[in-house]
Structure formats: C-alpha cells, structure tokens
C-alpha cells in the first residue's frame, strides 16, 4: 500500500511537473515571440530615410540595433541589401502582409536550428537605391529566438531539479500518509483479525461505516453458523436416535460419517479402519466390485441387514435389525411345516383304510373298526382345522369386548368334562367365587378354560386330582392344578410356542397338536393378562391367569 502510494504520488507530480514544463514553455515561447514583435517594431522607428538605401545603410542600421539582420528589399521582393548576406527574392509572408496593409510579422525556422521573428515594413517615401529612386520599398528587421524545443530543453535542468525535489517530497508524503491514514487502516485490519467475540471498533470516522458493515456480516455468518450447527447438531441427534445403523464412507479407513448404532455394532473406533469391511471376504467383494448388494450378518445375536450403495466417490452402509422379520419369516415356514405334518398323518391314515376298503381287502367283520377309525381320523382333521382357525382368529377378531361372566363360563363348561374325569378316575374339587367377571369375549375365556382343563385331564395320572379355582377382587385370579405327569424345566419355557408337544409320541393318540397353551398364551397376550406354569416332574402342574382389569369397550 505504502509502495503503491509513492508509485501513485510519483507519477502524479512527474507527469504534472512534465505538463507544466511543456505549457510554460509554450506560453514562453509565444511570449518572447510577441516581445520579439514589439521589439523588432520599435526598432522601426530607428530607420532613417535619409540614409542611402544600400548595403552600407542596412549595416548602420543593423549596427544601431545591436547588429540584428536588416533587409532592404524593394517591392518585388529583390533583396538590395542583407546584413546576414541573404540575396535574391524573398517571398516571406512577412512581405506580402507589408506590401498588403504596411506591416507584416513571420516566424520562422532559420536553417540552423533557430527560429526567427521577422517585421517587415513599407516605406512610405521613395528611396535612393542602387538600381535608382524606387518607391513602395520594404525594410525587414528580424530577431533569433530559442525554439520551444531549445526553451524547453532549457529549462531541463531546473525540471531535473524539481523532480529530485518532488521525489524526496513524495517519500515525504507517503510516509506521512502511512503514518496518519495506513497506521489506523493497519490497526483496524489487526482488530478486526482478531477479534473473535464482541464488535470491531474503530475511532477514524472513514473506517466506522466499514466497521459497521463488519459487524453486520459477523452478525449474519454467526447466526448462519449458529443455524449450521443446530442442523447437524440435529441431524446427529437424528441419526443417533435412529435404531437403524448407518455408515458413509469412502474407503473402509475413511469414514465421513458415522451413527451410534453403526459405531456400536460394528465396534468402530475412530481414525481406524472398520474390521468388518477388511476381515469378511463377502463385503470385501462388494466393496472392491461397487455394485449396490444386500448381506445378512449377526450382531450380538441379533439379525441385521446389510445394505450397501455406492455413489460417485462414496458409499452408504444401512444396517437393519431383521431379527423379527427373519424370525416371522422362520415361525411361518415351521407352522406351514407343522400344520402339514400334522394334517399329513390322519390323512394317510383315512386313505390307507378307504383303499382297503376299496380293495376288499377288510373283511366284512372288521369294516366297522375300519370305518370307526377313518371317523376319527377325520374328526382329528377337523379338530386341527379348528385349532388353526381359532389361533389365527385371535389376531384378526376385531369385536368389541364386554363384561363376561368368569364364574359362569366355568360353572357351565365344567360338567362337559365329567365323562372324561370318570374314564381316569379322577377327583375334581373347584372353589369358584361367583360373579366375578372381566370385560373380554366369551369364547376367549371358553378357549382357555376348555384348554386348561382338558390338559388338566389329558396329562393326569389314572386316580389324579384336578382343582379348579376362581377370585374375584380387583384382579381376578383363575387357577388350574392337576397332580399328573408335570412337566421338566426346558418344556415349561416353551409349551407355549405353536405345535410344541413334549412327547411326540402322544400325537395322534390321547394328545393334541401343540396349538392348546399356544392359543392361550396369545389371548392373555392380546387381553393383558398374565398367564404363568408352576410345575414339577411327575407331581404336577398349575398354570395361573392373572386377569388384569381393563375398561369395557365402548365399541
Ligand atoms: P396339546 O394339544 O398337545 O395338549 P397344548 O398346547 O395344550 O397342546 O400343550 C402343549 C404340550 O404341553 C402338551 O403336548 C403337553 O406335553 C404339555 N402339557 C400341557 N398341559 C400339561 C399339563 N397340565 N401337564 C403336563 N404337560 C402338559
């Protein structure tokens, strides 16, 4: 800035200092030019009439005049005399202005470098010359001037001298502008580097609007900044929050971003590589191939889908946990297994007798037995239809639910299982508190009750008890106890799950299909009960309903 300062100030006074020079010398020249004119014009007066009009003449008069050039010419233009020895005809336009009005002025170049004023004038009286008495002659008197390129030239030195000044001015002055105009330029420039926090103050009144229009642009960047920053702030939060993990990288050691899911199940650190991209061959591959693929690992047991894309120059890792669905996807194929299974061996049965049978290859004796057997072979098949219908009936009945009578419900299935007591000889004592009620479906309550006791029976022991109780209160309780075969540690936690039977081997025989405790588990399920076993092997078992009280459905 300084430098450009002297540069600016420099060219400024050396062109200055130049125009100047060249216009005085201009005015200069046209001024001792006009001098030059009233001088040669008062030298006119010097002229003597009665002096011969001849070359001795002219040099008197020249030598009166200080030895400038005088010429006598006569009207043609003939030279009669020169002091500078000039002859022949001169047709200067100084002449032909004398010939004209009397006077006449010419400036011109003399041949060496010079210029020359020249002040011709008619006499007005006839004159002796040489060649006789001539009238109308001309005198001319002329002065050597400097030129303007000798005058200017002239004052070159003194310009030289000007300049030495103006430069030693100039540094002057650049240093006094740096000192009072830079110094607070530098100050204010270092201020407002610096200052982080807080406004840039300034007391020069130049630099207050510049100050404030910075301060205004601070302002805006901070609250631009600000805004910057609670979006990733909530972006971050966002992606944190997400269950789902997700990574963007570009290479497996350069991760530009990365969530908490994703740092979690892949145990990423950072400025490390992520291992799993390195050690699995598969994921290796697709990275290496950059095509848009799909993988399923699992991470502290559960199922996640892998699902890399690529961009340009990076790519997207979207972790999801498929747990569930693999798992729905693994319990529907294993119930289409299980019910196939199950529908598999009455049906063979049925149609091993009905060829038999087409065959004549039952007695006639023996066609009732056969015949008995393809009918419950046939109910075993409804029955399991049945079963089936019932469980996924649970998720689908969308009725509303109203105050159902529990101690009712009981007191009316229970003498349907009086022939089956009697078959096993076994005992039933039931203690139900009437009118104790819960806002259900009625055959919910049947499905369970009817489940509960005929496992009851089922899996009792010949001569066995079975006890059936009820409370009421706040949450009522239902209990079913039967002192029969019990069950182990490892099939209390899962005679729940669908088609699970403990002894395969009563399949198709006194047990059912598994489906019993499944369809009961999920209506306490869907009703917010809670349902639980307590048993031991060979002494027993009691599975309790706790049946949580909801209001009724207004529906
Ligand atoms: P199932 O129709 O086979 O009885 P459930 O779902 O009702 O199906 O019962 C599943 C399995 O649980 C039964 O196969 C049986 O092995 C066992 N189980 C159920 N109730 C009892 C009980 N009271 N005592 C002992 N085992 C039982």
Redesign the pocket.
């Known amino acids: 800035m300084k430098k450009r300062i002297l540069i600016l100030s420099l060219s400024v006074t050396i062109i200055g200092i130049l125009l100047i020079s060249v216009l005085y010398t201009d005015i200069f020249y046209r001024k001792s030019v006009d001098t030059a004119k009233d001088q040669l014009k008062k030298y006119s007066n010097f002229y003597d009439s009665t002096e011969v009009f001849d070359e001795a003449g002219a040099t008197a008069l020249s030598e009166k005049l200080g030895g400038i050039q005088v010429t006598y010419l006569l009207s043609d233009g003939n030279i009669v005399a020169d002091t500078l020895g000039e002859s022949g005809v001169s047709d200067g336009e100084e002449i032909s202005e004398a010939l004209k009005s009397g006077e006449g002025y010419a400036v011109r170049a003399d041949g060496g470098g010079k210029d020359r004023v020249y002040y011709c004038f008619r006499l007005s009286v006839p004159v002796q010359t040489p060649q006789g008495e001539k009238e109308n002659c001309l005198v001319r008197l002329s002065l050597t001037l400097a030129d303007e390129f000798s005058a200017f030239s002239g004052a070159l030195p003194t310009m030289i001298w000007f300049l030495v000044l103006d430069i030693l001015c100039c540094f002057g002055f650049s240093w006094l502008v740096s000192g009072s105009v830079l110094k607070p330029v530098e100050r204010f420039t270092k201020d407002a580097a610096t200052v982080r926090e807080g406004e840039i103050r300034t007391d020069t009144p130049e630099l207050k609007p510049i100050a404030k229009l910075m301060n205004e642009m601070n302002a805006d960047i901070d609250k631009k900044v600000a805004r910057i920053k609670e979006d990733s702030r909530l972006e971050k939060l966002i992606l944190d929050s997400m269950e789902h993990g997700i990574v963007i990288f570009r290479d497996p050691s350069d991760v530009v971003l990365i969530n908490k899911t994703a740092v979690k199940l892949l145990d990423y650190e950072q400025n490390e590589p992520i291992g799993l991209f390195l050690t699995d061959k598969e994921i290796s591959t697709i990275l290496s191939d950059r095509e848009a693929s799909l993988v399923y690992r699992k991470f502290s047991n559960k199922d996640y889908a892998l699902r890399f894309t690529f961009g340009e120059d990076s790519a997207v890792l979207l972790m999801t946990d498929v747990t569930e669905t693999l798992a729905a996807s693994r319990s529907k194929d294993e119930f289409i297994a299980n019910v196939t299974h199950e529908m598999n061996t009455p049906l063979t049965s049925i149609r091993g007798y009905a060829e038999l049978i087409e065959a004549n290859a039952v007695p006639p004796e023996k066609i009732g037995d056969a015949a008995k057997i393809i009918r419950k072979q046939s109910d075993r098949l409804s029955n399991l239809i049945r079963s089936i219908i019932n469980f996924s009936a649970i998720d689908s009945d969308a009725l509303p639910a109203f105050e159902v009578n529990v101690s009712d419900v009981i007191g009316e299935l229970l003498p349907g299982f009086e022939p089956k007591i009697g078959q096993k000889n076994i005992t039933l004592t039931s203690q139900i508190e009437p009118n104790v009620k819960v806002i259900t479906r009625r055959e919910r309550l049947v499905e369970i009750v009817n489940?509960l006791i005929s496992?009851?029976i089922?899996?009792?022991k010949e001569g066995g008890l079975l006890d059936v109780r009820l409370t009421g209160g706040e949450e009522p309780v239902l209990t079913v106890k039967?002192t029969?075969?019990?069950?182990s540690e490892e099939?209390k936690t899962r005679?729940?799950d669908r088609f699970?039977?403990?002894?395969k081997s009563?399949n198709g025989s006194g047990?059912?299909?598994?489906?019993?405790?499944?369809i009961v588990k999920k209506i306490c399920k869907r009703e917010g009960w809670s349902l639980s076993v307590d048993?031991a092997l060979g002494e027993?078992?009691k599975?309790t309903i706790v049946f949580h009280q909801k209001k009724e459905e207004t529906k």
């Open positions: 489940n496992n009851g089922r899996y009792n039967d029969g075969i019990g069950l099939d005679i729940f699970y039977t403990v002894d009563h047990g059912g299909f598994g489906l019993g405790l499944a048993s027993g078992t599975f």
